[in-house]
């Protein structure tokens, strides 16, 4: 059997997410890297792959497509069940849920490079507004999220519990593009008490944008 391939740039937070969930399970993959600041993403070889022409997108084994990361995640999660990325309760699969898609959902849409780089073009933004827009949305969504993940008795090590689960793979994709815009995580205590947890784990390291193919 062929190894999936995953289309991805080492850079793009939701990439980054899916590098997590593959090296959770410990499956193989082929790494096929697209630079989305040179527009690669958008040449006719990757959009006959994607139409959408964004990243991740992952061609399953039987060469099936699946985009949109948190799709991919729990399809990976379904097909390779250890070790489990969301929890047995429904509950608590809610629960997970909704911390990842608070991410997911509500930051990054909004701080992708394609609003950034529209920014720049649409409305003449410099370096600085773009900085300032970014570390806005992030704030927005992290306020809210500290305080779920500090008031919850279901926040243990990780997001949910002792073990790292979707939200967690979310919460560090953010972080570290965090980083490159320079957030202030002074505010989020238990966000960089769960990163700094995550970050020690081989499968998140292995993952990271640095040691990726394509860093630059």
């Not at 740039?9 to 590098?19: A, E, K, M």
């Not at 507004?129 to 926040?155: C, I, K, M, Q, Y």
């Not at 790292?164 to 002074?186: E, K, Y």
């Not at 700094?196 to 860093?215: E, G, T």
Request: proline share 7%; hydrophobic share 40%.
């Amino acid at each position: 059997m062929s190894n999936m391939v995953l289309h991805n740039y080492y850079r793009s937070s939701t990439s980054y997410r899916v590098r997590i969930a593959l090296e959770m399970k410990g499956l193989s993959y082929d790494y096929v890297p697209h630079h989305l600041r040179h527009g690669e993403h958008l040449e006719a070889a990757y959009l006959a792959v994607n139409p959408q022409g964004l990243v991740p997108a992952l061609i399953c084994n039987d060469g099936t497509l699946l985009t949109q990361s948190l799709a991919i995640i729990e399809f990976l999660d379904e097909t390779t069940p250890e070790p489990t990325l969301l929890p047995k309760d429904p509950l608590g699969r809610a629960r997970v849920r909704m911390l990842a898609q608070m991410i997911a959902c509500d930051i990054h849409p909004v701080n992708n490079l394609r609003v950034l780089t529209s920014l720049r073009t649409l409305f003449g933004a410099g370096d600085q507004d773009v900085a300032n827009w970014f570390r806005h949305w992030v704030n927005e969504g992290f306020g809210p999220l500290e305080t779920l993940l500090t008031a919850s008795p279901e926040t243990g090590t990780f997001c949910h519990g002792d073990t790292p689960g979707l939200a967690d793979i979310c919460l560090v994709a953010q972080v570290t593009s965090n980083a490159r815009f320079g957030v202030d995580m002074a505010p989020y205590p238990t966000i960089s008490r769960i990163n700094a947890a995550c970050m020690a784990l081989p499968a998140f390291q292995k993952a990271a944008p640095q040691n990726q193919i394509d860093a630059e």
